[in-house]
């Protein structure tokens, strides 16, 4: 099984063993690889997944099951992170170390809620999950069920801007899978935690589409980056965690 923890290992030895020191442009050094690509199996068929609905899914994760032993996030964290995708409006604050320049998204508030400018010229806001399902709905073997997190409007001038840029649902002989790309994708401290929410965000696509799709199942995630990498902070711990000096 290609599972969260499998392809987290593998990434970590391709950064720390094939990747290169960089100085990003805010100043955050770092060992980044280029060029990353893995699938994720759905991680719920060793337990069989179709009986197991996304609430159940959350309780697995707060009892610890999908843990993993050298990540630093577990149970009730990984739990919450997920659980941001039920809030549409959900807004995220955070200020720099200088206290000013703050940035405003989550993934599931730029999915959900993103503001995005019209034909017409003027802005709106978009559910984006809304719109993946009504194009899944309209048809099967769409290929335009897509939804965008970068949004040049709200980003162009902005230091912080959504990691996770693009994401598309295709189904294929009744299995759905998401298909992601990372802009940039902090390896030892955010890849789990970034998969286990877009597998949340999977499991409540097909609950949603079950009622016209009987059979359908989540397959997994077909998973891209651009930059993943660990900061120079974290270096050490994700070391030991492949077991390298």
């Known amino acids: ?3 969260i923890e499998k392809n987290w290992i593998k990434f970590l030895h391709d950064v ?27 991680l719920l068929n060793q337990f069989g997944a179709q009986n197991i609905t996304s609430k159940m899914f959350i ?6 099951v999908f843990d993993i032993k050298d990540y630093p996030l577990k149970g009730e964290a990984l739990a919450e992170y997920a659980l941001q995708f039920d809030d549409s409006k959900q807004i995220y604050l955070e200020e720099n170390e200088n206290g000013d320049q703050p940035f405003i998204y989550t993934y599931p508030e730029r999915i959900q809620n993103i503001q995005l400018c019209t034909r017409e010229g003027h802005t709106d ?27 040049a409007g709200l980003d162009e001038t902005e230091q912080h801007i959504p990691c996770l840029n693009w994401i598309q649902a295709t189904i294929r002989n009744n ?3 998401l298909h992601i790309i990372f802009r940039s994708n902090d390896c030892y ?11 949340y ?5 097909v609950e949603d589409l079950k009622e016209v799709y009987p059979l359908l199942k989540f397959k997994g995630i077909s998973y891209n980056s651009s930059s993943l990498h660990v900061y120079e902070g ?3 711990q994700a070391k030991k965690v492949i077991g390298v000096k």
Do not use: W
């Open 1 to 3: 099984m290609n599972s």
């Open 16 to 42: 720390l063993e094939n990747g290169e020191k960089h100085v990003k442009d805010d100043g955050d050094v770092l060992v980044e690889h280029l060029i990353n690509h893995c699938f994720i199996d759905n």
């Open 59 to 64: 309780d697995m994760i707060k009892k610890g």
């Open 125 to 151: 806001f978009y559910n984006q999950f809304e719109i993946i399902k009504r194009r899944l709905l309209e048809h099967a073997g769409s290929n335009r069920a897509v939804a965008t997190l970068y949004s």
């Open 175 to 177: 299995e759905l899978i």
């Open 189 to 199: 401290t955010a890849f789990p935690s970034n998969m286990l929410l877009v597998q």
């Open 201 to 205: 965000i999977g499991i409540k696509l």
């Open 234 to 236: 974290d270096l050490e």
